[in-house]
């Protein structure tokens, strides 16, 4: 490809932030408490955490799941790469993997768990194609298949949801299966979703999270 191909790609700066959506650290804290009573219903064992997004909003949910005399709910957190960094942070010049890549997974072993039996939480920031949702999930229910050979267990027993701050949407790459308890928090067009943790300047972002009404809508 030629450098000018290369550059008739790019978006221009002002059109890139025209459709950005700046959420703040407050706007995610009550997304968070807003969709735990569903989560509640959901009644997880254990919460995997897909990062670097579902980081943050996994162990805000943590709190809010807390039941008196009861243990904490345990976070367990996987890397997936979807996403091709072309030497920016730019929006524009990011473009989508062409498949899921597995950074760090879940060892069983050294946990001390597995996941025969459990309701497992998956947690995410946003639903945009789909294909690293498809792919958690996928490769849990192999590990499940695996887990109960191995061990004894029926793996119907397990029972896998999802939670995202936000689903896009927009045509999705893959399916999820429909035994697959799935709970997003807000829904919105195809737009640039800028996290407070992505950003390098917290003041300017939480500013602007404020004038788009992305932040406290909880009293």
Known sequence: ?????????????????????YISYNNVHQLCQEASAKIKEFKPDL??????????????????????????TRVYAIILSLYEDLNSVSTQNEKLG???VRTQW???????IDLIGKRVLIVD????????????????????ISQCQA??????????GIFVLHDKLKPKKADLPKDV???????????WIAYPWESTDIVTHTRKAIEQGNDVFLP
């Open 151 to 160: 061990k004894g267990g029926n793996p119907e027993d397990t029972k896998l």
């Open 98 to 100: 062409a498949e899921v």
């Open 47 to 72: 919460i995997i955490a897909i990062g670097g997004g579902g980081f943050i909003p996994a162990r805000m949910l943590r709190s809010f799941l807390k039941e008196p005399g009861m243990p904490t």
């Open 125 to 144: 920031e946003v639903d945009d194609t789909r294909t690293t949702l498809h792919y958690t999930v996928s490769e849990l229910k192999k590990d499940v």
């Open 1 to 21: 490809m030629s450098t000018e191909e290369v550059k008739a790609t790019v978006v221009p700066y002002d059109e890139v932030e025209a459709t950005k959506v």
């Open 106 to 112: 879940i060892d069983y072993e050294k946990s001390g």
């Open 181 to 191: 308890t799935y709970i997003a928090a807000r829904q919105l067009p195809d737009y």
